[in-house]
C-alpha cells in the first residue's frame, strides 16, 4: 500500500508541475516554456508507458509462441492503453 501511495504523489506531482507548465505557456507564449511543456508530455507518456509494460505483462497469447512476438504484442497493448488514459 505504501509504494502505491508513494507512486500515486508521484504521479500528481508530474501532472501538477506539467499543467503549471501548460498554464504558463498559454499565458507567456513563450517557446522555451512551449518546449519544456512538450518534453514533459512526451517523457510522462513513455514513462506511464513502461510502467504499464512492466506491471502488466501480457502472456499466453492464443497461438503465439515466442516470447519475442509476445513482449512487442504487451509493448503495443500498452501503447494503446497508455494513449486512452491520456
Not at 508513494?6 to 503549471?20: K, N, P, Q, S, Y
Amino acid at each position: 500500500m505504501r509504494d502505491g501511495t508513494r507512486t500515486w504523489f508521484d504521479w500528481c506531482e508530474w501532472v501538477l508541475i506539467t499543467g503549471a507548465l501548460m498554464y504558463v505557456d498559454q499565458k507567456s507564449k513563450n517557446w522555451v516554456v512551449g518546449t519544456a511543456v512538450a518534453i514533459s508530455l512526451i517523457a510522462f507518456f513513455m514513462y506511464f508507458t513502461t510502467y504499464i509494460a512492466d506491471r502488466l505483462m501480457f502472456y499466453n497469447f492464443p497461438y503465439i509462441k515466442s516470447l519475442r512476438i509476445t513482449r512487442v504484442l504487451s509493448v503495443i497493448i500498452s501503447i494503446a492503453v497508455s494513449v486512452g488514459l491520456y
